[in-house]
């Protein structure tokens, strides 16, 4: 783990899972919050709002609710309504009375602010602007250094990610091209169990989940960059992922579904293409498409000279800045 400048504390629950978890972690994190001296509260999604508001009221605290997604449409939700239900009700309880709220992207913003009349402050998660230092080769990274690599990475590589069409459609992508999973999630087995089904242990690289700086070493070393999600819930339709601006920052285009947020940046700055559907057929034929064409490639890195400039932490901060300063 990397130094931070601040103290974590981890609590260890008797409930790993389900209701129960969440009960006593809430209930946990209520005293730890009761007990504890505090300037400032900042509850970091639905799942610890509760608690935080509750201090807030009862210590007369300022509470900043951090949203990083639309959390009562999360895949693992959309399809459990009691439970769903349950999250969505401390949500309309508590989202009306809150002063300072800040989330991802401007279509969250706007569905909040619909639902609740309140627009969040918008503060996208996008990396700093000091240039990735690339310290590490192919050879080193035991990557093939005659292939063009197609890299998808991820802590939550899951169901409707896209990633299982990916690995169905190399055996229709050129021979030219590998694939590159970086990272951790749900599905992982289950690519690994398609890949040695369709033989293609040589096609297809895993490698596990990364300290950053070192992840940035394997993306800066590919070519095309691939975010896939399906737009399955309302979720997954206005996501905005990390990785979409990790892969401007390293220097590689992009190759995406079509989700709203997702395809204003890549069109707004022209930096890669699209995926008409999920078929894997499709994408392979887009794929194809993308590595014949050298001098779409070299104007697609050339535009993201000026997307990575204008993509940084040090502009997104500044909005961040302007939130706290409210109760410095």
Not at 85 to 108: A, G
């Amino acid at each position: 783990m990397d130094d931070r400048p601040y103290q974590s504390l981890r609590m260890k629950l008797f409930f790993t899972k389900g209701p129960c978890f969440y009960a006593a972690f809430n209930l946990r994190l209520f005293f730890q919050l009761l007990f504890r001296k505090a300037d400032l509260l900042v509850a970091n999604d639905l799942d610890t709002l509760l608690p935080n508001y509750l201090v807030s009221k009862m210590k007369r605290i300022p509470l900043v609710y951090d949203s990083h997604e639309y959390f009562t449409e999360v895949p693992e939700l959309v399809n459990r309504k009691r439970v769903q239900k349950i999250w969505k009700s401390i949500e309309r309880h508590i989202f009306p009375k809150l002063k300072n709220v800040i989330t991802v992207n401007d279509s969250i913003a706007e569905l909040y602010e619909k639902e609740y009349g309140i627009r969040p402050v918008v503060v996208r998660n996008i990396p700093s602007a000091k240039r990735i230092t690339v310290t590490k080769t192919r050879r080193e990274l035991d990557l093939p250094e005659d292939k063009f690599i197609l890299i998808l990475q991820g802590s939550g590589i899951n169901v409707d990610r896209g990633t299982e069409e990916i690995v169905e459609a190399m055996p229709s992508i050129t021979e030219e091209a590998v694939l590159l999973i970086v990272g951790s999630g749900d599905v992982i087995d289950i690519l690994k169990d398609k890949v040695k089904q369709l033989k293609l242990d040589k096609r297809v690289i895993f490698k596990p989940k990364q300290p950053y700086q070192e992840l940035m070493q394997y993306t800066a070393n590919a070519d095309l960059g691939l975010t896939l999600d399906k737009d399955t819930n309302l979720n997954y339709r206005y996501s905005l992922p990390n990785k979409l601006f990790d892969y401007i920052h390293a220097g590689i285009p992009v190759l995406a579904s079509s989700l709203p947020e997702i395809e204003k940046i890549i069109k707004q700055y022209k930096i890669g293409d699209f995926i008409s559907s999920h078929n894997p057929v499709s994408i392979a034929a887009k794929v194809n498409e993308i590595v014949e064409n050298k001098t779409l490639m070299n104007d697609w890195r050339k535009n993201i000279i000026f997307a990575t400039q204008d993509l940084s932490w040090e502009k997104e901060e500044q909005i961040l800045k302007q939130v706290y300063s409210r109760h410095v």
